[in-house]
């Protein structure tokens, strides 16, 4: 059983910046890669940022540039940070881990999610 705790959401304005975390814990033997997702009211969930656990990270084009995805193998946590806000750049944000557990099982596991507004 793998849990993600996510943090870091809230109200920010035009402009601001703000990091988002997410710390998985419980029977992970390697982790393949970690994500960030978003969902805006009415709009399909979209993958934002994605990073493996060798470092190589991707982006999608409207964030990029603006915010950076980063890692600490060491606490299975990853981070999310998110400058430059726009107001469309509101939305619950998820983070997403592809595992094996010990018995070399492949899984994945999404976080509750944690919201995001961007507003003056």
């Known amino acids: 059983q793998v849990q993600l705790v996510e943090s870091g959401g809230g109200l920010v304005q035009p402009g601001g910046s703000r990091r988002l975390s997410c710390a998985a814990s419980?029977?992970?033997?390697?982790?393949?890669?970690m994500a960030w997702y978003r969902q805006a009211p009415g709009r399909l969930r979209e993958l934002v940022a994605i990073i493996t656990s060798s470092g190589t990270s991707n982006y999608a084009a409207s964030v990029k540039g603006r915010f950076t995805i980063s890692e600490d193998n060491a606490k299975n946590t990853v981070y999310l940070q998110m400058n430059s806000l726009k107001p469309e750049d509101t939305a619950v944000y998820y983070c997403r881990v592809v595992y094996s557990d010990f018995s070399y099982v492949d899984n994945e596991e999404w976080g509750q999610g944690t919201q995001v507004t961007v507003s003056s």
């Open positions: 419980g029977t992970i033997f390697s982790i393949y890669h």
